[in-house]
């Protein structure tokens, strides 16, 4: 009776040591503290704190995982998820500890899985924290030829008495909105039916309003607000990062009762949010439900500091609403929609 090897099974042991080779030296590279071949990272809490609270999120990049796949690219789709999973703590006043990664995939490929592993590494490396630990996983007949997931799990800290919670929120605050640098992470499912199913395109099409191809314009690495905003933490009291839902599902999250944003257009919203809502023919508040329309984090201060907060984070910025009070609690207007 012929034996079945685990090999036969789908799942290549060898491939998986190569992976491990590669992501050494990857972790030397970025001077990661990740140790490889223990069944735990270990973490010592920084002095200095008097009641510290632990932050922690875990998310995922969702359907831009295909456009990285279409287009052969994989070094952005790592520093995506760590950015994406610091911004998400970072509203609340959190400093990034430490970050733990999942890469799952049908058949593994080493260079593949240690290049969306450097885009991890670097990221956590820009964002001043450490890729603590991971998992990467083979399960074949589970995902498709050429398929894999990732998800991300941080951890960070901050002061009870510097957390952001949005209660301080205040009727005149002020709404600044600081750009993204494309869709994020989210909007995919849709942007890939536009550019793919209907209009017929490949990764490597020109995006005639940009001149960049769709690969790239797709593929913008999600930027992370940490470096600059972190430090005036102290001037900010609220913040939304717009993810899935946009505008109207995630700015709600942090007003408090009988209180609304009431927002203006009064940026330049990027050609490819305009050509994805035109081509899908959806209205112009749905964009601002399904994308971010150009703005990546929301960030509300009082009047008071606007002069200072502004001059510190420097010019790239919109001055775009302000906190009204409201008996229908915690909407979002936005001027010429509503």
Known sequence: ????????SGVNINEGNKTVRLIKE???KYKSSREIGKFGGTFKLPEGYTSPYLISSSDGVGTKLKVAIMSGIYDTVGQDLVNHCVDDILVQGAKPLYF???FATGKLKAEIAASVIEGFAKA???NDCILLGGETAEMPGFYSAGDFDIAGFITGIAEEKEII???KIKTGDLIIGLPSTGLHTNGYSLA???FFDKLKMKTDSIFSPTGKTIAEELLAIHKSYYKKLFPLRGMINGMAHITGGGFYENIP???NKNHSAKIKINWDIPEIFEFLVKESGISLKEGFRAFNMGIGMIVIIGKGVFNEFTDEYGDNYYLIGEIIEDSDEKRVIIEGIE
């Open 1 to 8: 009776m012929k034996k079945i090897t685990y090999e036969d």
């Open 26 to 28: 990857i972790l030397k």
């Open 100 to 102: 733990l990664d999942y």
């Open 124 to 126: 956590c490396y820009e």
């Open 165 to 167: 919670d949005g209660s």
């Open 192 to 194: 890939r039916k536009i």
């Open 253 to 255: 999250r942090i007003l």
